[in-house]
């Protein structure tokens, strides 16, 4: 029996730092009954471990058995993908998710989208996403953010893509690091239109 989902979506993660961020919204991904294809690079899988001490399998395999675990999530519910990936369903226009989420996104990341680089597979992911007109959210985690990176963030914007930056507000009151990672998390779910339960909204 083919498992039914609400919605199907791609994940990339760089190395920039901000791995609460992803982590927080893959599990909300998870929730709402969402296949992820998630694209973890090497340097996030560094960033990982020095900013929340988690170690990741690197071999593929176990790292998909991994996640059932971790996620609480279905079988085949989350499919891990290596950066050279070429033969994944994400890699071509005629099985690519349509949506795609980059978090956090590093900014030289962000330039080699907005040229259409596709050195590794978060990049050929997103192209196949803007040639095949369909939804790129990228969310920078970087300050001050220089004239290239807004630049680069221009392109992408006029490409139709939504830049994201990882800035949470305050005006629900935070209290925890997880309640303003889920602020962002709440913001991605809305613009991908997945219901969940991440954050209130305004005047909720």
Not at 43 to 54: F, M, N, S, Y
Not at 131 to 153: A, D, W
Request: aromatic fraction near 8%; proline fraction near 4%.
């Amino acid at each position: 029996m083919t498992m039914q989902y609400n919605d199907t979506v791609t994940l990339g993660v760089t190395g920039a730092s901000g791995s609460g961020y992803f982590l927080r919204l893959l599990q909300s991904m998870v929730n709402a009954n969402v296949k992820v294809y998630l694209i973890l690079s090497e340097a996030a899988q560094i960033v990982l471990k020095t900013e929340v001490d988690e170690d990741w399998p690197v071999d593929i395999v176990a790292l998909n058995e991994f996640l059932i675990t971790r996620f609480d999530s279905k079988q085949g519910q989350i499919t891990a993908l290596t950066s050279k990936d070429w033969f994944s369903p994400v890699a071509s226009g005629s099985s690519a998710p349509k949506k795609m989420v980059v978090c956090p996104c590093s900014c030289g990341t962000l330039a080699s989208i907005s040229q259409g680089l596709s050195n590794n597979l978060i990049e050929r992911a997103a192209d196949v996403v803007f040639k095949e007109r369909g939804q790129l959210i990228v969310m920078p985690r970087e300050t001050p953010f220089s004239t290239l990176h807004l630049k680069n963030m221009l392109t992408l914007s006029e490409l139709g893509a939504t830049v994201m930056p990882l800035a949470p507000g305050f005006y629900h009151q935070p209290t925890t690091i997880e309640e303003l990672q889920d602020f962002m998390v709440a913001r991605v779910m809305d613009h991908l239109k997945i219901q969940h339960q991440a954050s209130k909204r305004w005047c909720e």
